[in-house]
């Protein structure tokens, strides 16, 4: 069965440090995996995915993330957070019958 | 190009009355989702469409929820009778070949 785990319920950092949220998934074939942000009242926005290739992933916004098959996870990563990236975060597979698995969210606050 | 639609935005009405939602899709997309999402948790998807025929409703609760997709174009999904628990945003996705997009929900509320 296909499933996505975000350990992580909510994150604080601070504006200007580095952060990585976590993702591991469940998944039998490959892995087609995705990163959404979603704001308050807003719609999912994507952020970056990965199908196949190099397993680092360059996004929007200045996020990335790593696909690493041996621990079955695709972290992402941002080296300097600015306020405006205060939202929810959403790690997802697209798994069987082209639908989408998604993980319960982190929420990241920023603080100046 | 335009994304997908959704009306309306917020809804609020009181349990165990009915209410309706709407979705187009991008021009093109065959298939269309209808997701859940339930405050503090991600989406989940109740029922997807190709054209318009049901692929998959598995987790659609058939005895208050509903959804068509008469044309295989725009999509309506309604609840009869609300119960407090169907309080969340409901998401309208659409896909082809190369791309998913998400509209951005009308939020539920049922008092």
């Known amino acids: 069965a296909q499933s996505v785990t975000q350990p992580d319920i909510h994150i604080t950092v601070s504006e200007g440090a580095s952060l990585e949220l976590r993702c591991n998934y469940s998944y039998g074939a490959t892995p087609y995996l995705f990163w959404y942000v979603q704001s308050p009242g807003q719609g999912l926005q994507l952020l970056l995915k990965?199908?196949?290739?190099?397993?680092l992933v360059q996004g929007i916004k200045g996020f990335e993330a790593e696909f690493k098959r041996s621990q079955s996870s695709f972290n992402l990563r941002k080296p300097s957070v600015h306020w405006s990236d205060a939202a929810e975060y959403f790690c997802?597979?697209?798994?069987?019958?082209?639908?989408?698995?998604f993980g319960t969210g982190t929420s990241l606050t920023v603080i100046p | 190009e335009a994304g997908v639609a959704q009306s309306p935005r917020y809804k609020i009405i009181e349990k165990r009355q009915s209410v309706a939602f709407w979705c187009n899709p991008i021009?093109?997309?065959?298939?269309l989702y209808w997701y859940q999402q339930i405050l503090g948790q991600g989406p989940k998807l109740l029922i997807q469409?190709?054209?318009?025929?049901?692929?998959?409703d598995s987790q659609l609760p058939k005895d208050r929820f509903s959804a068509e997709r008469l044309k295989g174009v725009d999509s309506t999904l309604k609840i009869q009778p609300a119960k407090l628990e169907d309080s969340a945003v409901y998401l309208c996705?659409?896909?082809?070949?190369?791309?998913?997009?998400f509209g951005s929900g009308t939020r539920l509320t049922v008092v």
């Open positions: 021009s093109g997309h065959a298939t």
């Open positions: 469409f190709q054209n318009n025929g049901v692929v998959d």
């Open positions: 997802a597979v697209l798994g069987t019958g082209n639908q989408f698995y």
């Open positions: 996705a659409s896909s082809n070949r190369v791309g998913y997009t």
């Open positions: 990965y199908f196949s290739g190099d397993t």
